[in-house]
């Protein structure tokens, strides 16, 4: 029995973006472990035989550990032969991918890749906003919010200071630190947007400034997983255009 282990990108969350080597790694996988965000409709191309295991993992709510995954993928690579580890978005883009990589192959087992639609630029580009436009952005910078520690990372600090945009991850709970920085640094109208479960039929859109996007975050009854993305492309979306036409009005 050939033992594997393929790392698959499930993309943002919509199963359509899902890429066509990551569905025939599912459908050839004899075990998948899935975390929390990958959209459950993607399993359904899995094999009736599969052993499908939910090791997903949200803020609060942790149902594996890290080194328990590692050790459920050897585990089942040895039980089972190919088995596939489902991550949401891309599996290099904080989802501690290259550690189950890493952790295999001291196994000996094969490690295959298959990169994933990032969330980071897939959900700003199903509103219509992208993260780098002439004249507008020249770069962007994806971060998250949440450190290992749990504290908020020092990097948005340095973003805030840039032109760039900032597309933070895991950071809902860290939005009023994050709004506080930018007020500091006298850019309390800077754009900002939150999209909640992003590229699904039940996503939240709220659009404002650091002065008011906690206020019509809570009015909105947001919750994670969201993304936030800072910066003035975020003025290129149309709920941001027509509140200047109000304003102007």
């Not at 780098?132 to 973003?159: H, M, P, Q, Y």
């Not at 930018?182 to 939150?194: A, H, I, Q, R």
């Not at 992003?198 to 996007?213: A, N, R, S, Y």
Request: charged share 25%.
């Amino acid at each position: 029995m050939k033992r594997k282990i393929t790392l698959v990108g499930a993309g943002p969350g919509d199963p359509e973006l899902l890429t066509v080597k990551g569905l025939r790694a599912i459908e050839n996988a004899d075990a998948i472990l899935y975390d929390a965000l990958v959209n459950p409709d993607m399993l359904k191309h899995a094999s009736p035989n599969a052993k499908l295991v939910c090791v997903g993992k949200r803020a609060g709510k942790h149902s594996f550990k890290q080194d328990e995954i590692q050790l459920l993928l050897v585990r089942y690579a040895y039980e089972y032969g190919h088995v596939v580890r489902l991550k949401g978005g891309d599996p290099f883009v904080f989802g501690r991918g290259y550690e189950e990589l890493e952790y295999a192959r001291a196994f000996d087992i094969d490690v295959e890749v298959i990169p994933g639609i990032s969330s980071a630029i897939a959900v700003p580009a199903s509103q219509n906003i992208p993260v780098t436009c002439r004249n507008v952005s020249e770069s962007f910078w994806v971060l998250t919010a949440t450190t290992k520690s749990g504290k908020l990372s020092e990097d948005i600090s340095l973003a805030a200071r840039s032109t760039a945009t900032l597309v933070i991850l895991m950071g809902m709970r860290k939005l009023p630190d994050i709004t506080r920085i930018f007020k500091n640094l006298k850019k309390s109208k800077m754009p900002v947007m939150v999209i909640q479960n992003g590229t699904l039929p039940d996503e939240k859109v709220v659009v404002g400034t650091m002065d008011d996007i906690e206020s019509k975050v809570a009015e909105a009854k947001m919750g994670t997983p969201a993304l936030i993305v800072v910066g003035y492309t975020v003025t290129l979306h149309p709920a941001f255009i027509e509140k200047v036409k109000s304003a102007i009005a």
